[in-house]
């Protein structure tokens, strides 16, 4: 079983910059992919950005293209988001997720991932 545990959230002004963190421990962790999401309050987990393990291809949602990137470090079984340029509409529950198994469903759907890790608060103030 594969733990995620996110890291790095916190309130931060319009235009500001943070780094978020997720740690994946347990059973060896080598995903198909590695993904964040977020969730506003009232709204659905959106696709935020992913990244392939072993190639690190990116892809970012419109919404977040130029100012977010993924990264990972495959020795530290970590993932990355940083967040530059930060606006209020970024404001959200931000969750890291990997993608363990084979599986046909797109990118960006939720159910793709099969390991989540528990969220961690972003707030970006006007």
């Known amino acids: 079983q594969v733990q995620l545990v996110e890291s790095g959230g916190g309130l931060v002004q319009a235009g500001g910059s943070l780094r978020l963190s997720c740690a994946a421990s347990?059973?060896?962790?080598?995903?198909?992919?590695v993904s964040w999401f977020r969730q506003a309050p009232g709204k659905e987990r959106e696709f935020v950005a992913s990244?392939?393990?072993?190639?690190?291809?990116?892809t970012y949602s419109d919404s977040v293209k130029g100012r977010f990137t993924i990264s990972r470090d495959t020795a530290k079984n970590t993932v990355y988001l940083q967040m530059n340029t930060l606006e209020p509409e970024d404001t959200a529950v931000y969750y890291c997720a990997a993608q363990n198994r084979p599986t046909a469903a797109p990118l960006t759907a939720t159910r793709r991932y099969d390991s989540w890790g528990q969220g961690t608060q972003v707030t970006v103030s006007s």
């Open positions: 347990g059973r060896t962790f080598s995903p198909y992919i």
């Open positions: 990244s392939t393990w072993d190639t690190g291809t990116t």
